[in-house]
T-cell receptor, first 116, second 111 residues
Framework: DGGITQSPKYLFRKEGQNVTLSCEQN?????MYWYRQDPGQGLRLIYY???????QKGDIAEGYSVSREKKESFPLTVTSAQKNPTAFYLC???????????????FGDGTRLSIL | QKEVEQNSGPLSVPEGAIASLNCTYS??????FFWYRQYSGKSPELIMF????GDKEDGRFTAQLNKASQYVSLLIRDSQPSDSATYLC???????????FGRGTSLIVHP
């Protein structure tokens, strides 16, 4: 079955620690995205990638980093510089992210990150 | 600044009724419109998309788009308690890489 797999489902971060959230897709999608969702705030874009070895900052990239070494994988690292990391993190993908494209995004099941 | 507005609700309807969810957007260059359903604690699930003015039907769901008035609606016929969720509207402009999401409308269908 094609889909987007996020792991782990739940993650706890200690003070001063970096943590990495995994996102893998087997949909052969070119574009991948990371969103953060806080209660009552909707989805906020952290980073996105249109193609392997290229990615762009979203609206709230500070304190986060990503890599896109393979088409299938787009891991997100929450660094110790992110002072308020507690949130629901959602990874999404779409066939392409180019201008004019009307391809929808599809989401993984999410990772819930909390501070210890 | 592109904006997508949704009434946060909750919208409460009785079982079997029609639920009407509305979304307005600010960018006249918007071309693609998506509706997602998100159950509490879960991730968004795509349920409808529409690109042209008019209605698009899929089972109990109908999406309605009016570009002149800059709104898109989602109608759910014969609402069921299992339809209780938050519905997110997403709008993509022709010149953008990324859709803009509204904050969602909470729908409660009571028996």
């Amino acid at each position: 079955d094609g889909g987007i797999t996020q792991s782990p489902k739940y993650l706890f971060r200690k003070e001063g620690q970096n943590v990495t959230l995994s996102c893998e897709q087997n949909l052969n999608h070119d574009a991948m995205y990371w969103y953060r969702q806080d209660p009552g705030q909707g989805l906020r874009l952290i980073y996105y990638s249109q193609i392997v070895n290229d990615f762009q900052k979203g609206d709230i990239a500070e304190g986060y980093s990503v890599s896109r070494e393979k088409k299938e994988s787009f891991p997100l690292t929450v660094t110790s510089a992110q002072k308020n990391p507690t949130a629901f993190y959602l990874c999404a993908s779409s066939m392409s992210a180019r201008t004019g494209s009307n391809q929808p995004q599809h989401f993984g099941d999410g990772t819930r990150l909390s501070i210890l | 600044q592109k904006e997508v507005e949704q009434n946060s609700g909750p919208l409460s309807v009785p079982e079997g009724a029609i639920a009407s969810l509305n979304c307005t957007y600010s960018d006249r260059g918007s071309q693609s419109f998506f509706w997602y359903r998100q159950y509490s604690g879960k991730s968004p699930e795509l349920i409808m998309f529409i690109y042209s003015n008019g209605d698009k039907e899929d089972g109990r769901f109908t999406a309605q788009l009016n570009k002149a008035s800059q709104y898109v609606s989602l109608l759910i016929r014969d609402s069921q308690p299992s339809d209780s969720a938050t519905y997110l509207c997403a709008v993509k402009s022709g010149g953008s890489y990324i859709p803009t999401f509204g904050r969602g409308t909470s729908l409660i269908v009571h028996p």
